[in-house]
């Protein structure tokens, strides 16, 4: 499959915006945002689709998605946060944590592209700073690179 662009992020040869990370994932804002808040669940290993997780990674991914969304919706005082797992985009498993108010809040067609880094990295403070409170291991220190 070669390197992934995730893993080139993960890994820091691309700038990423990160708000979790332990051994065997990685929770960073995705540069497309639909909502502010979007960030992405991903796990270290490539493995292209959801699907094809080992079972014990697939559980630990889907709760620190929970954990991303308990403190997004925190942060962002949303109605209900979405977990879309699409998979069409890069050929790494990933799963869209998104916070939202209606379903209109979930068209991709609406991403938005060339979001400044600045913004980016003001909406993961935010969720840091709720990933902190709630004293979860793996917040992130700082926004970007970790």
């Not at 662009?5 to 639909?34: Q, W």
């Not at 797992?85 to 050929?91: H, R």
């Not at 993961?124 to 709720?130: K, S």
Request: charged share 20%.
């Amino acid at each position: 499959m070669g390197t992934t662009l995730f893993t080139k992020i993960i890994n820091g040869d691309i700038p990423g915006t990160f708000v979790y990370r332990d051994e065997h994932c990685v929770a960073f804002m995705t540069i497309s945002p639909i909502t502010t808040g979007h960030s992405l669940v991903v796990p270290i290993k490539e493995v292209d689709q959801w699907t094809d997780l080992p079972q014990e990674l697939n559980e630990h991914l889907f709760n620190v998605a929970k954990i991303i969304g308990q403190a997004a919706k925190r942060a962002f005082e949303c109605e209900r946060i979405a977990l879309v797992v699409a998979g069409y985009e890069i050929p790494h498993c990933h799963l869209h944590v998104i916070p939202s108010n209606s379903m209109a809040d979930l068209e991709f067609a609406n991403a938005r592209t060339n979001v400044d880094r600045k913004e980016l990295e003001q909406a993961a403070d935010r969720i840091i700073v709720e990933l902190r409170r709630a004293d979860i291991a793996g917040a992130a220190a700082t926004t970007g690179s970790v």
